[in-house]
């Protein structure tokens, strides 16, 4: 079981623990914990991808002399970058009704949330490239390399992401 559940199950109050023992309950909690989890570590994801963004936006305003086959590229970046975090955001969370044709299941959950937990580090890598691009101003010769980098990392998040649709829609 992922790292996350057990500190969201430590962080249970008196009550919690007491009707943890009602039968039935348990299995219910335990999905709702793991549901939770998924929740915080996606919120983590996205948070990495906003800051990303925005440190991206600031960047490209400040080379606002771009050569134009510059500026098509950074702008096709942008688009992307946009995307992902609005993909990563909004992510299926996991839950599926009583109803329900497909159920995720608890091994499922627990591959979300290992999927999640690479889609944080990969968020942090592409926030990473992208505040070293930053860095590098949009004007110098390293610019366009580091461009590429942060494409292949927002490709290895796109990769990630489909990967979790994949476990999320498993029959």
């Given at each position: 079981m992922p790292d996350v559940v057990e500190k969201v199950k430590t962080q249970r109050g008196l009550f919690e623990r007491i009707v943890h023992y009602?039968?039935?309950?348990?299995?219910?909690?335990?999905?709702?914990?793991?549901?939770?989890?998924?929740?915080?570590?996606?919120?983590?994801?996205?948070?990495?991808l906003k800051k990303a963004l925005d440190l991206y936006k600031r960047s490209l305003s400040a080379g606002a002399d771009l050569p134009e086959s510059k500026r098509l590229a950074a702008d096709r970046v942008l688009s992307r970058l946009d995307l992902l975090k609005e993909r990563v955001a909004k992510a299926e969370g996991g839950y599926s009704g009583l109803f329900?044709?497909?159920?995720?299941?608890?091994?499922?959950?627990d591959q979300m949330i290992s999927v999640?937990?690479?889609?944080?580090?990969?968020?942090s890598e592409l926030a990473g490239k992208v505040e070293k691009m930053a860095q590098s101003g949009a004007l110098s010769a390293t610019w366009s390399q580091n461009l590429v980098d942060v494409e292949a990392v927002i490709g290895r998040v796109e990769e990630a992401l489909q990967k979790r649709d994949a476990v999320i829609s498993q029959p």
């Open positions: 009602i039968p039935g309950y348990r299995g219910y909690k335990e999905k709702e914990i793991r549901r939770e989890s998924d929740r915080l570590v996606r919120q983590q994801a996205a948070a990495s329900d044709a497909v159920k995720v299941r608890e091994d499922r959950l999640d937990h690479d889609l944080v580090s990969l968020c």
